[in-house]
């Protein structure tokens, strides 16, 4: 399979990059690639220009900030899940790293590059709207802060307009938090079938507070509301994590595909959401 | 900036497995295929979809599937290809260790197979089971020899063990 004809730009700064994109209309950037060049090879996109971000340092970074964690957008699956910043800071999100695709997809793809392609069944997203990240845009105005939750609009569909690029992922940090990322996948590096992120402060026997997003269950992530209010204030107990994988499965609302039927996945949900808290609870 | 149009060449330079290489090439042409052109044949298109990992090289010390790069992305880079690991008639100890336990049968993936594995093995020089199952788990071998190879992994690990900084120098 060959990729369709485009252009090719090698830019030198931020600035150079945020007018190509704003001026050329199908211009896309080009970051790690890894869902980019598949679907050019399956011509589902033809864009005029591939303008070649990865070359550009201040898109390559992660800050230890006071109350928060910045990932520049050319961090790597490999670098998120290695980094000892995001290790000791947002472990959730390594997790998740290391289940994205495989060790060689890993070395090339972005979490900007996933965050912007919005794939309905990425691994992130889960993570992401758990945590309350905030994607941090860049265009030739500056920059404007969008909360992941409203970042995501549809399936391949973002908040971002032309000429803008996403330069960074903020996370606060939640240090009083247990964490589990479950993936259920039927062949090893695969997209999720149900992909579960979840986040659990204790206080005492009771859970304080919890967070749990889904991914690959319907256009974009979501958080499951209602068994998280099921579970605040609450005892843990086998009961009540089926109740609340109940709850979690209420809300999803997958597609029916080659991974699976609607019912299925919907099970799968209850199943995975139970285990992501359960394992939580044990760390 | 540079700026080239869809029916440009784009000049590249490659530094593959120590030879320098310069080559003229379009921007929507893959990586794999330009390492083919240049005589890397070790290098082989699988599924062409990122899944198998046949077409695995060393990219500037990283492990890459060469079907999912664009050449142009590759300027000046380094590049590790099957074709550097022996030297001076010598197989590279993770050569000789799937050959000692027969980890290939047809022979399609082991390029691939034996690059991850390198990359692998700079990361982690004592890995378990798992792990190294976990480290090929975006190479598909479909005579599903995967027993074999990861036999042939481990002792790959005991012998890069004993030398590591001459053995693990190549990318």
Redesign the interface.
């Known amino acids: 399979?060959?990729?369709?004809?485009?252009?090719?730009?090698?830019?030198?700064s931020m600035d150079?990059v945020l007018e190509?994109l704003e001026k050329e209309q199908d211009a896309r950037p080009?970051a790690g690639?890894?869902s980019l060049?598949?679907m050019?090879?399956l011509r589902i996109i033809r864009p005029?220009?591939?303008v070649?971000i990865?070359g550009l340092k201040e898109l390559h970074f992660v800050n230890d900030g006071k109350d928060t964690v910045s990932i520049g957008a050319l961090v790597t699956h490999?670098e998120l899940n290695t980094n000892d910043i995001i290790n000791k800071n947002v472990p959730l999100l390594s997790e998740a790293a290391s289940v994205v695709?495989?060790?060689?997809?890993r070395?090339?793809g972005t979490i900007g590059g996933v965050v912007s392609n919005s794939d309905p069944a990425a691994d992130y997203p889960a993570s992401l709207i758990a945590l309350d990240a905030i994607v941090r845009i860049r265009n030739r105005g500056g920059v404007r802060d969008v909360p992941f939750s409203s970042f995501q609009k549809d399936v391949f569909t973002t908040d971002l307009k032309q000429g803008e690029l996403v330069q960074e992922i903020v996370i606060p940090k939640l240090p009083a938090y247990k964490y589990r990322y479950r993936k259920l996948e039927r062949r090893?590096?695969d997209y999720a079938i149900v992909g579960v992120a979840v986040l659990i402060k204790m206080n005492g026997e009771e859970i304080e507070d919890v967070r749990i997003g889904l991914t690959s269950v319907g256009p974009k992530a979501i958080r499951a509301k209602e068994a998280e209010e099921l579970l605040k204030g609450n005892k843990p107990s086998d009961e009540l994590l089926d109740k609340a994988g109940e709850e979690a499965m209420k809300v999803s609302n997958p597609t029916a595909d080659i991974r699976g039927s609607v019912e299925y996945k919907k099970k799968m949900v209850k199943v995975m959401t139970k285990r992501a808290l359960k394992e939580a609870l044990e760390r | 900036m540079k700026v080239y149009t869809q029916n440009d060449k784009v000049k590249i330079k490659l530094k593959v497995n120590g030879e320098e290489q310069e080559v003229e090439v379009e921007p929507r042409r893959l990586l794999v295929h330009v390492l083919r052109d240049l005589g890397y044949t070790g290098v082989h298109v699988g599924c062409d979809t990122s899944n198998c990992g046949a077409c695995t090289v060393i990219l500037n010390g990283k492990s890459v599937k060469s079907c999912t790069l664009l050449a142009v992305e590759a300027d000046g880079s380094e590049i590790l290809t099957i074709e550097g690991m022996a030297k001076d008639g010598k197989l590279h100890p993770i050569q000789e260790a799937f050959w000692e336990k027969h980890g290939l049968q047809c022979g399609y993936c082991t390029p691939g197979m034996i690059l991850q594995a390198y990359w692998f093995l700079k990361h982690n020089q004592n890995p378990t089971e798992q792990e190294i199952r976990e480290g090929i788990s975006g190479n598909l071998c479909r005579c599903t020899g995967y027993q074999n190879i990861v036999e042939a992994i481990k002792l790959a690990a005991e012998k890069i063990r004993q030398n590591p900084q001459e053995y693990l120098r190549l990318a």
């Open positions: 399979m060959y990729p369709p004809k485009f252009g090719y730009v090698i830019p030198e150079e190509f080009l690639g890894h060049i598949p050019l090879k005029s220009y591939l070649n990865r490999f695709a495989d060790p060689q997809v070395n090339m090893a590096g």
